[in-house]
């Protein structure tokens, strides 16, 4: 019971905090982290931190990653080329391996939950159709309105996943098919999104949510994957420098993300995704107000 305690205190902390820096990034103006950190061994340091955060609350929320990471990489100066296909890269190591140790941990199973296990294929099958088109897409779409699209997405849902379970909808496996396509749409575009429209999306339309985090995870990993393909077909190689230190410090968080999932109670897990879903829609639309 301590254990439980101690872990939930965890939880809430690495989440407020991660908030408090998303909120500082947002209003603070741009610093180059080449500039600020000229020692390359402390700035990677600072990017493996910055990785095992990240994927800490990613994988025991079912979202933070892509949506944390990208833009504070590219506040600290990297470019969106040197960006995008590292954090599809360590969430491609990073998913796939958190969804083998949900697996393990019994937060869902993939073997005889047939109904995870079909929702997992159709996830990912639409899921890489929607990186596809997303990537084609990506060069010629309105950026602004792009990010106005994903903002007020996500806020909707964690509205509606905050109002509880009576607007919860009938399960339809078109509804996951519609998720897939689109989330991967916003992952391919922005390398984030992905996560509070999935994991939520799947709430919504009654998956358990432990089940919707291990599902989301595993799904989001095999998605980076086919991202990240076609980033290195269309634009050539990945930066390591910046994906290697992100990989080792997300694969390092897993099992504590993957433990915290098994020992805290879907209430809690259901009310975080709920406040976090919709603190990151509202960041979002502050992000272009201001911009």
Known sequence: MERKRVLKQVWNLSIIIAGIMLIYLTFSTKSELRSIVPN?????????LMGFFAEYIDSSLGMGYGTTLTP???ILGFSPLEVVPAVLFSEFLSGITAGVLHHKANNVNFINDIKAKNILKIMTLCSVLGTVIAIILALNLPKQYVKLYIALMILGIGIFIFLGKKFIGEFRWWKITCLGTLAAFN?????GGYGPLVTGGQILVG??????????????????????????LFKGDIYWFLAIPLSVGALLSVPAAVITVKLISAAQIRANIGYVTIFLGVLSLLKIIIN
Not at 40 to 48: A, G, K, R
Not at 187 to 191: A, E, L, N, P, V
């Open 207 to 232: 998956v358990k949510e432990k089940a919707a985090i291990s599902i989301t995870s595993l799904a989001e990993g095999l998605v980076c994957l086919a991202g990240l393909v076609l980033y290195i």
């Open 187 to 191: 992952k391919g575009i922005s390398g």
């Open 40 to 48: 390359q061994i402390i700035m990677i340091l600072i990017i493996f």
């Open 72 to 74: 504070i990489l590219m």
